[in-house]
């Protein structure tokens, strides 16, 4: 099935898959019917911090391969190839759902996933409501907020800040944009002009950062949603010669974006902590009667600039390449 990315934990199969021997097509496809299945909804598998995030999620999985099988579907952050992926996934009737949604538009298969007995749990992008078990992952608002703070001390409290955001109708999108927003409440000489959303993708944010040039409209800063967004913006800006602003993104998980830190290209980011790993952790403690105390796992999150980036790499040598 195209897109069908399910693969069977014992590992038995996990080795044969690994080692490239054989049609990874038939590994890729087969289920232990014996055991309970966990079902996993991705948003995307193409951006960096998508890859990183699946290949925790499958390690993970395969730490607890004697207690079930696992399978996973990627939208390519198209809304309604997730709905109907949700509704695939769910045929095969998982024990428990893993959902990182695109947008808001999943709600109603989530909550339909949840009333047919899945127990649901989100990462990264939540959904509005409360049909769902729990969400893991960071906190979009808190991190937003910070940007903020950090935003208005590198402008010493005045300045126009151009915000690149993320997805309409993601959470994280509104809650990095609100946080940020209600931290500049409290620095009337800081103007923030709403950019477009660049689906927190590099590209996009490339093009819209060329147009924005051509209106000729001064600004001192950017924040975008995402590390990707922050390096097409740079980019765009550093073809047009554009002189040094200060740039702040969100992800840290680039060996690309610490170097542009410690080039002095982007001024900071913030880590997006991965939810896949926890996230399996939560569905196995599930499957043995277990329960998290909250329905909010939040993950931390850390500050990279120019001082700490060095520190950042040591402390993360996993980053994508
Ligand atoms: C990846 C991504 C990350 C971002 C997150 C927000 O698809 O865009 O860059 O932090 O999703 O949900």
């Known amino acids: ?88 996934l769910m045929v095969k009737k998982p024990k428990v759902l893993l959902v990182s949604p695109v947008t808001e538009a999943a709600q109603k298969a989530i909550e339909d996933a949840h009333d047919a007995g899945a127990y649901v749990i989100l990462l990264d992008r939540s959904i509005p409501g409360n049909k769902w078990d729990v969400y893991v992952g960071g906190d979009n608002y808190a991190i937003g907020k910070m940007a903020g703070e950090y935003m208005a001390k590198k402008l010493s409290g005045k300045g126009t800040v151009l915000m690149i955001r993320g997805i309409a109708d993601a959470v994280p999108t509104k809650e990095r944009g609100g946080g940020f927003m209600d931290a500049l409440k409290a620095f009337p000489g800081i103007t923030v002009i709403q950019g477009d959303d660049c689906g927190y993708q590099r590209a996009k944010a490339q093009t819209f950062m060329e147009n924005f040039l051509q209106s000729k409209k001064p600004f001192d800063a950017v924040y975008a949603h995402n590390d990707e967004m922050a390096i097409g913006a740079y980019l765009a800006m550093s073809q047009a010669n554009v002189p040094a602003k200060v740039i702040v993104g969100i992800d840290g998980c680039q060996k690309e974006v610490v170097q542009d830190i410690k080039d002095g290209k982007i001024a900071a980011t913030f880590r997006y902590p991965q939810p896949g790993a926890p996230a399996v952790d939560i569905a196995a403690d599930f499957l043995k009667g277990k329960k998290p105390s909250s329905n909010k796992v939040l993950l931390p999150t850390e500050m990279v600039t120019k001082e700490t980036a060095d520190k950042y790499l040591q402390e993360h040598p996993n980053l994508a390449d």
């Not at 399910?6 to 014996?34: H, Q, R």
């Not at 966990?38 to 207690?67: C, G, L, M, T």
């Open 1 to 88: 099935m195209k897109n069908l990315r399910s693969y069977i934990v014992p590992s038995v199969f996990a080795a044969f898959a690994l080692s490239g021997c054989g049609n990874s097509d038939k590994t890729a496809t087969a289920e232990n019917p014996s055991l309970p299945l966990i079902a996993f909804a991705q948003a995307n598998s193409q951006d960096p911090w998508r890859q990183v995030f699946d290949k925790d999620i499958k390690q993970e999985a395969d730490k607890h391969s004697s207690e079930f099988s696992f399978t996973e579907q990627e939208a390519e952050d198209d809304p309604k190839k997730q709905i109907d992926e949700i509704e695939t």
